[in-house]
């Protein structure tokens, strides 16, 4: 007979807490991959304008040494060349002939970025029509056929990032440092959140829990002496009846009220008279098994739910509880107070009734008991 309800809102707030981290997570995720596909975009916009340009520079060239190629005129030719190269993103200028024979060849020196004439005459494989221009993410190496009516030779040129293109590679950084930034930042920012939410709600939890146990020993036990009370009783009985239809086992119920409490409680006062009545609740507890449950309804009324067996053998148990009341109870000045015992018992399912009425014939049997002036024990027959 728990108490529930609190958990509710805590159990839905760590649902929240969760749909918040998912989603947190789900950004940063988003966030990474539009990097990824804006790093895939301006690495396209950067080749797309190093090949573009590429293009005009060739036919630029072209136009210009195509009267130098057709005349074999060299030195003029190698002139316009070194011209071309005094472009810093030219890597290399190269011109052959239609047989692939280079007449002027023009490389920029990686190191000291100086021009340099190399003289060869070997013969290079001109390329295939897919093959025309090949680029990778820092160089581009453009073919271009240079004809006159007919073809007259091969022109080609490597070129590496324009500024453009730096400027851009230095965005594409920048922009990427700026948002893994912001997403470690909000990783660590809803991180700690979480953290320090969840413990909370960690207390909120226990706080609900105490609470919860509190209003249930409210409920169910008896303020004074913390034994169960009328209505924690009941259940047992009741669960007691449902063990023993479906186990073929019996129980008993002892109905108990103190002989002598009220003169104490008249004479001492409500102070030594509740201390009566906890000192006789611990001495009830002592006397009975675990699986025994110990119940006070009122005043100086206490019942005892005895587990498996008939009332016969009950009374060795209940002799042990009469010697254990009859012995005095002392006061802190010393005084010794005493005080008897009258019990009245019925046992199910030789009293085949409910909680309620087994409890109300526990009670007459007592009452028999109590006018009894030869015996203390009173005992329901149906």
Known sequence: MKVEGYRRSGISTRI???????????????????????????????????????????????????????????????????QSMSDPHMLSITVADDDGVILSQMQRDPKTGTIKLIYSSKKIVVPSADKIIVSDSLSTA?????????????????????????????????????LLLACFILFVSIG??????????????????????????????????????????????????????????????????????????????????????????????DCVRAGDTVARIGGDEFVILLIDGEENGFEGLLDRVKKSIYEPIRLRSGKPLKVGLSVGITSYPADLSSPSDLLKHADNAMYQAKKSKDNWLGVYKT
């Not at 040129?157 to 500024?163: G, K, Q, R």
């Not at 004479?267 to 009566?276: E, M, Q, T």
């Open 16 to 82: 929240l807490l969760k749909g918040i981290l998912y989603i947190a997570v789900g950004t940063i995720v988003l966030a990474l991959i539009t990097l990824w596909v804006f790093d895939l975009k301006a690495r396209d916009i950067s080749i797309s304008g190093r090949e573009g340009a590429s293009q005009i520079i060739a036919d630029g060239i072209a136009i210009g040494i195509q009267g130098d190629v057709i005349a074999r005129n060299f030195a003029q030719l190698e002139s316009r060349l070194k």
């Open 142 to 178: 453009r073919w271009l056929e240079l004809k006159a009516g007919v073809p007259i030779g091969w022109l080609k040129l490597e070129m590496t990032s324009t500024l453009i293109d730096q400027e851009l590679v230095e965005l594409r950084r920048d922009v990427s440092i700026a």
């Open 192 to 285: 700690a959140v979480l953290r320090r939410t969840y413990s909370l709600i960690r207390n909120e939890e226990a706080l609900m829990e105490g609470k919860s146990e509190a209003l249930e020993k409210i409920a169910f036990h008896d303020h004074l002496t913390g034994l169960p009370n009328r209505l924690l009783l009941m259940d047992r009985i009741g669960q007691a009846i449902i063990y023993s239809d479906r186990n073929g086992k019996s129980f008993a119920l002892c109905f108990m009220d103190l002989d002598g409490f009220k003169s104490i409680n008249d004479k001492y006062g409500h102070d030594i008279g509740d201390l009566v009545l906890k000192e006789v609740a611990i001495r009830f507890k």
